[in-house]
């Protein structure tokens, strides 16, 4: 299945800083989806890149699509005690959606 | 809220028992999907159903064994199981399961232990 390596695994955020995952292949994505896991909870869907260079905005969450559609990014500002949990990119591959190794992040008030 | 309903919350089996975990939704989706999640890490696929016919099998042993009753409902008959076993099942729907489907929708998880 895809291979995508999400960097980093674990981050400490000051409540009020900004952030950045990132989600890197060696291969060509088709298109890659994100989404976060609360401590608990389940995964829920973020977002969802389909063309080379894309970039979209949530509010605090801005995701990129690299030109080569290798790599894919999600940076969030001013981080919010409510933005902890996990964060997975997951590329679909052949009717597959396989989840990358997820980015734990830790808001720190 | 999630639209897609899973049960029980909880399960404790041993390793002897026959128990059923369940799967609804009423999104009208044509997809679903169980995937099984280990403390810490990420959700692994087991398997996929587009219009209620098994379309992956991602090579999970025989005593996980899937069902489609119709194309809201999926469940996941346990049977044998073992204790390395024992982690949150999650169910997932989507519009379709082609190259173009959008996104998943997680239920909250049945959490099977078994003993």
């Known amino acids: 299945g895809q291979q995508v390596m999400q960097i980093p695994q674990y981050q400490h955020v000051q409540e009020g800083e900004d952030f950045t995952t990132y989600c890197n292949s060696s291969t060509t994505l088709s298109n890659i989806q994100w989404y976060k896991q609360r401590p608990g909870g389940h995964p829920v869907f973020l977002i969802q890149l389909v063309k080379s260079g894309e970039v979209k905005k949530q509010k605090r969450l801005t995701f990129q699509f690299g030109e080569a559609k290798k790599n894919s990014s999600l940076h969030i500002t001013a981080t919010q005690t409510t933005d902890v949990g996990t964060y997975f990119c997951?590329?679909?591959?052949?009717?597959?959606?396989?989840f990358g190794k997820g980015n734990q992040v830790v808001v720190i008030p | 809220d999630t639209e897609v309903t899973q049960t029980p919350k909880h399960l404790v089996m041993g390793m002897t028992n026959k128990k059923s975990l369940k799967c609804e939704q009423h999104?009208?989706?044509?997809?679903m999907y169980w995937y099984k999640q280990k403390a810490k890490k990420p959700p692994e696929l087991m398997f996929v159903y587009s219009y209620e016919k098994l379309s992956i099998n991602e090579s999970v042993p025989s005593r996980f064994s899937p069902e489609c009753p119709n194309s809201s409902l999926l469940n996941l008959h346990l049977h044998a199981l073992q204790p390395e076993d024992s982690a949150l099942y999650l169910c997932?729907?989507?519009?379709?399961?082609?190259?173009?489907?959008?996104?998943?929708?997680f239920g909250e998880g049945s959490r099977l232990t078994v003993l």
């Open positions: 997951a590329p679909r591959e052949n009717n597959r959606l396989a």
């Open positions: 997932a729907s989507s519009q379709d399961s082609g190259r173009n489907t959008g996104e998943l929708f």
């Open positions: 999104m009208g989706h044509r997809a």
